[in-house]
């Protein structure tokens, strides 16, 4: 190959990996913008849904069972999913994939009843703006309610959304004897902004889109 060619294959060596950059910093200002791109603060159902969608995971708060802690509050950090990644992947269900073995889970099987947090602290957002995860502009979402398991009809909705976002599930022990389930919400509050929590009724979460 003579020096010329040699030259002209590094220059367009050179060119495609430019391009390759190019697209790439383009795909990553998309996604910044479309972290950043949440709902108003005036619009509290809707950002309840974007805070739990953009949420790969969350701190469930069980009423112990366990000997010596019963009775009191016990947080624990689990993984969830109300669908698959994007803008149009989120049910505004929390699906989660659980084992009696976990001891929280322990406790819902005497008492179903937990919250659910989960923060903007875990994504981009925060981040970016410098938010501390206290800050109220660091949206956080209060969920109150139940953990259920999920029919057969509504397992394969949960598998999807959750080993979409948690591909690592499919290859837990099935000795542990995994279940899908769902948190069903009957309150939920939102602090995104200054002057107090807002109330969003189930109602009002499940009918915006996110």
């Known amino acids: 190959m003579s020096r010329c060619a040699a030259v002209r294959g590094a220059m367009s060596m050179s060119s495609a990996m430019a391009r390759l950059l190019l697209l790439l910093c383009a795909a ?8 950043a791109a949440i709902p108003p603060p005036e619009e509290a159902a809707r950002m309840a849904r974007y805070v739990l969608h953009s949420c790969d995971w969350g701190a469930l708060a069980t009423l112990s069972a366990q000997e010596g802690l019963r009775g009191r509050p016990f947080a624990n950090i689990f993984s969830l999913s109300d669908g698959p ?15 009696d073995m976990e001891i929280s889970v322990q406790d819902l099987e005497v008492n179903s009843n937990a919250s ?13 703006h410098k938010y501390d995860p206290q800050n109220p502009l660091c949206a956080h979402i209060i ?4 953990i259920v398991k ?10 999807k959304a959750l080993f979409t976002r948690h591909p690592e599930m499919e290859s837990w022990p099935k000795d542990h004897n995994w279940f ?24 009002e979460y499940y009918s915006v889109k996110p």
């Open 28 to 35: 990553s200002g998309l996604l910044l913008a479309a972290v």
């Open 85 to 99: 990644p994007g803008p149009c992947g989120g049910s505004g269900v929390p699906y989660l994939y659980l084992t």
């Open 143 to 146: 969920f109150v309610g139940s």
């Open 150 to 159: 999920v029919n057969d009809s509504e397992a394969d909705i949960a598998k």
């Open 116 to 128: 659910l947090t989960v923060s903007l602290a875990q994504t981009p957002y925060c981040r970016k």
């Open 180 to 203: 899908f389930a769902k948190f069903n919400i009957t309150n939920i509050w939102v602090l995104d902004y200054f002057g107090g929590l807002k109330i969003v009724t189930p109602e």
